[in-house]
């Protein structure tokens, strides 16, 4: 189910979330839809859009936490290979449906968190596994997570990478969302970015959060909405 909530911070909004759904802060997924700062004549809020169920995963099937801890080999408890039933099934699976696409590699775990499974695919087709700003892999994923709810794993979030991707992609918007509000913070006026998924829209307004003169909101219908970044002179 889809909720959504107001508060002057994200923090409050969040708390608010959880009270008043009666839920812990990690059984549902937060996408951050408005910011508003402080200002002279009108007070700064927060505005999110809280996705509650199974797992509290969204609707997509796409993690709202892709800024994962990975372990390496060395590191006490973390082991590649499946180490139950789940996890077996998952690489199997993961596996069989890369090579029916055609595009096979070798499967292995990348992390186990509660609640959150890392996949890692390791192919000499993973740009094409990966797709253009990573719809494939978001695909890939999503089937995953419906299949970890088939086997009775709803409560598991998996999320699916490849060659590094998902800490590649949130380097890069990081850097297009600092760039675009020098832009807008120039021309005093706004830009309209590229439609996103739920994490990437998140990571785009959390960045700017703390920027005083600039906001941000996201514009449209469907999971691949789109961020403004505008001047906050303009409301």
């Known amino acids: 189910m889809v909720f959504e909530f107001e508060g002057r911070t994200e923090k409050e909004a969040i708390d608010k979330a ?10 549902f ?3 951050i839809l408005e ?11 927060v505005r999110i859009r809280v996705h509650a169920g199974a797992g509290g995963s969204t609707p997509s099937g796409i993690t709202s936490e892709v800024n994962y801890n990975q372990k390496t080999p060395s590191q006490k408890g973390y082991e590649p290979v499946a180490q139950n039933e789940f996890e077996q099934k998952m690489v199997d699976f993961t596996s069989g449906l890369i ?4 595009y096979p590699g070798k499967v292995m775990i990348l992390f186990r968190e509660k609640h959150k499974l890392g996949i890692k695919i390791d ?3 993973s740009s094409i ?6 719809k494939n892999l978001d695909a890939i994923q ?8 088939r086997l009775g794993k709803d409560e598991v979030r998996v999320i699916l990478d490849t060659e590094n991707y998902r800490i590649r992609r949130e380097e890069s918007l990081v850097r297009l969302a600092y760039n675009v509000a020098e832009k807008v913070r120039e021309n005093r006026g706004s830009m309209l970015l590229e439609p996103m998924n739920p994490f990437d829209r998140w990571l785009i307004h959390t960045t700017l959060n703390d920027i005083g003169d600039v906001e941000t909101k996201s ?10 970044v505008f001047y906050r002179g303009l409301r």
């Open 142 to 149: 999503l089937l995953l997570n419906i299949y970890a709810g």
């Open 219 to 228: 514009e449209g219908d469907g999971l691949y909405k789109q961020v403004r």
């Open 129 to 134: 596994l990966i797709g253009k700003k990573g």
């Open 18 to 27: 959880a009270e008043e759904l009666g839920l812990a802060k990690d059984d």
């Open 29 to 31: 997924d937060v996408e």
């Open 123 to 125: 192919s000499a087709h």
């Open 35 to 45: 910011t508003q700062k402080n200002g002279l004549f009108k007070k700064g809020y």
């Open 99 to 102: 090579e029916r696409m055609g």
